[in-house]
């Protein structure tokens, strides 16, 4: 069974980094890595930013939604021993399934407003456009409308707001 003719096998040589430098994309990529790992984990610093949701109750009939036709609803949020004013937009799917979109663009914070000539949300703040799903149309918003989670129960439609929410920003000088 033995092959003569078989060489023995050599062993790469020892990485050292004097010989092998690594390229700067790959330490930086390594040292995220590590910061994220040692910090239990992105989802963990992120939850950690945001707070725990805050959940709001509207006594709204979801059934007096228009199919396609954005519906915004105001509340206030109790938040730091004061509240805070806010709003849903509510769309209803073809479906027959309602969105419930966060009133706040996701580029800079500023309040949107639907316009039915264009049929599509827009924020003035940057001239930003969304699609009646949320999707973004135009301008910088780095992704698509916020949702809320929602659900139907009996003392009405509870939102969950995240905890760090805010007022929607009117314009950019607010």
């Known amino acids: 069974m033995g092959d003569a003719s078989r060489q023995p096998t050599a062993h790469p040589p020892a990485f050292d980094p004097r010989e092998t430098p690594l390229a700067r994309r790959r330490v930086l990529l390594l040292m995220g890595a590590g910061a994220v790992a040692a910090t239990g984990g992105l989802g963990v610093v992120l939850q950690g930013c945001v707070g725990p949701p805050v959940t709001v109750t509207l ?14 609803v105001e509340f206030s949020v109790p938040m730091d021993g004061g509240n805070v004013e806010g709003a849903v937009w509510f769309v209803k799917r073809a479906d027959g399934g309602v969105d419930a979109f966060d009133p706040r663009c996701t580029h800079a914070l500023c309040a949107y407003v639907w316009e039915d000539d264009d049929r599509r949300f827009r924020c003035y703040c940057h001239e930003a456009s969304f699609a009646l799903d949320g999707a973004v149309l135009g301008g910088p918003p780095p992704r698509p409308l916020d949702r809320f989670p929602m659900r139907e ?5 509870e939102l969950d707001v995240p905890g760090n929410f805010r007022t929607p920003r009117e314009t950019l000088q607010d």
Request: glycine share 10%.
């Open 59 to 72: 006594e709204f009939d979801l059934d007096t939604l228009e199919v396609g036709t954005p519906t915004k």
């Open 153 to 157: 129960t009996e003392a009405g439609i």
